[in-house]
Structure formats: structure tokens, C-alpha cells
């Protein structure tokens, strides 16, 4: 069998490690999106450093939750066209590429 | 063997309100209790074009989909990861969300378009959300007998958890609404 996840399943409901991050993040986010992205205010990025922290957390712990092969995909956002790459599940043991 | 769904609805809400909401749906806390079935959603890259005013955001969502025993026999997991590639255009105020499951993929592809635009009828208040959902059971043949019963099921999900997106997205909306009033007007 192709895909299984090593018995890990159990532990799809513990909490993220890095959900603080990401709620601060998203807070910095949506404040961004509402306020300024969406009134034309789209020359510059903000939430940088909240961004850094989050995915540097993000980056460590991806391979725990078998997602590190989504790093790959990293920068094709319109990847809808792609092509079916098979089984990134499987594949997932090779390293986070950040 | 594919199944497809199409699905609008009218939010009496702006553009920008619902696609505010589109960003909190699965992320506000108290939504957890209905959207049981998102573990999790983690961004992974997100891109300003500065000069074009389009956001692109590509997400991955953990989704728990606990189905009949002999499916978790066979496939040995019952979470699944999909990837959500989101391109907003603040200028032509469009919003388009594409979801594909990418674990799994032998056994069922499943592809969500949501695209949110202004009304028509109505472009400053209210907002038209179109859902096209496919459903695509591979032919495997040890699950080829079962596929039938998979796909079904698997669609009913599906119709039942967007029916459930909608109502938090309407909830954050309502919210959004109270809170523009209370502060900036």
C-alpha cells in the first residue's frame, strides 16, 4: 500500500506548534487585507515579520505532518492547471526545501 | 466516472466583506465547533503583485474525513490534505479559490472552484459566490465495486460541509457588517 502515514493518524487533532504564530499572523493578515489591500493600497507588503516567524515555524514542522513536499509547490499559487503529480504523500521524506 | 455540482449563492453583503469573511471562514476560532472537519490551515506561500493589485495565496488544509471501516482499511488514514490556491484582483474585485485534494489521489480526485464577485444586479451590495465541485473516483480495481458507493458518499460531504461554509460565512459577514458600523462609521 502506496500511502499510509505511518500509525501517525491519532495524532491529526493535537494543536499545531506553531498556532500562535499563525494566529498573530492572521490577525496582521486580515487587518491588511480589509484595510488597506482592498482599498487600493497594494504597493507594499505588510506583516513581514510575522510572516518570517510563522514560517520558520512552519518550515520545522512540516515534515512531522508529512507536508513538506508542499514546499515544493512553493510559489505556484494559480498550480490549479497542474498536472496530477502522482502521490506528494508518499513522497514527503525528502527534506523541507526552504 | 466523475461527478459534478454547481452551486450559487447571493450574499446581501459587498465584495470586500465577503472576501474578508472568505479569509476568516476557516481560521476564527469559533467556527471550529461547525467546520469540525478542518484539523488544520496552514499558508505556505503568499505573493503581492504589486503593480496589478492581485494576492495569491496557496494554503493547505487538513481536512478530517472519517468514512466506512473498510475505506480507512484500505487507505490506512482518515485525514486528508488539500491545497487551496486563492488569486484575489482587488482591481477587477474578483476572488477565486481552486481546492484539490493531493492526498489520496489514487483513489478520488476532488477539485472546488469558488469564485466571488460583485452582484450584477447589485455590485456595491451584494456579492454572487459560484461553487463548482468534481468529483472523480479513480478506477482502481479493487475499489472499483465500491467506487459507486465512495463517490456518493463523498459527494453528500461535500454538499452537506459547503452548506455549513456558508452559514459561518454568512455569521462572519453579519460580524464584519456590526463591526465597520461601530468603528468607522
Redo the contacts between chains.
Keep these: 500500500m502506496a500511502i499510509h502515514r505511518g500509525g501517525k493518524s491519532s495524532s491529526a487533532s493535537s494543536s499545531s506548534p506553531c498556532a500562535h504564530l499563525r494566529t498573530a499572523y492572521h490577525n496582521c493578515f486580515n487587518r491588511w487585507y480589509s484595510e488597506k489591500f482592498l482599498k487600493g493600497q497594494w504597493d507594499k507588503e505588510e506583516c513581514v515579520s510575522e510572516w518570517q516567524k510563522y514560517q520558520s515555524c512552519l518550515s520545522q514542522h512540516l515534515e512531522d505532518k508529512n507536508l513538506s513536499s508542499f514546499l515544493e509547490g512553493k510559489g505556484a499559487a494559480d498550480s490549479s492547471n497542474q498536472a496530477d503529480s502522482g502521490s506528494p504523500v508518499g513522497g514527503a521524506s525528502t527534506g523541507v526545501s526552504q | 466516472m466523475v461527478k459534478a455540482y454547481t452551486q450559487e449563492h447571493v450574499y446581501k453583503h459587498p465584495w ?1 466583506r465577503v ?2 469573511a472568505s ?2 471562514k476557516f ?1 476564527d476560532p469559533e467556527n471550529k465547533r461547525i467546520l469540525s472537519h478542518i ?2 490551515v ?7 503583485d ?1 503593480a496589478s ?1 492581485k ?4 494554503r ?1 488544509i ?1 481536512v ?1 474525513a472519517p468514512g466506512p471501516w473498510f475505506i480507512r482499511k ?6 486528508c ?1 488539500c ?1 487551496e ?4 484582483d ?1 482591481q477587477s474585485r474578483s476572488m477565486q479559490l ?1 481546492t ?1 485534494n ?5 483513489f478520488v ?1 476532488v ?1 472546488e ?1 469558488i469564485r466571488y464577485e460583485p452582484h450584477p444586479d447589485n455590485p456595491n451590495g451584494w456579492t454572487i459566490c459560484q461553487q463548482e465541485t468534481s468529483i472523480r473516483i479513480k478506477p482502481l480495481s479493487a475499489l472499483a465495486s465500491m467506487a459507486e458507493k465512495v463517490e456518493q458518499r463523498c459527494a453528500e460531504k461535500f454538499l452537506q460541509n459547503s452548506v455549513k461554509g456558508r452559514e459561518v460565512m454568512e455569521r462572519i459577514c453579519k460580524y ?1 457588517e456590526a463591526e465597520s458600523r461601530g468603528i468607522s462609521i
Design positions: 470586500e472576501t474578508s479569509w476568516r481560521t484539523v488544520e496552514d499558508t505556505l506561500n503568499r505573493k503581492l504589486s493589485g494576492l495569491y495565496t496557496t493547505v487538513t478530517h484500505i487507505i490506512g488514514q482518515d485525514i490534505h491545497v490556491s486563492t488569486i484575489v482587488a481552486t484539490r493531493s492526498s489520496l489521489q489514487k480526485e477539485e472552484k464584519l
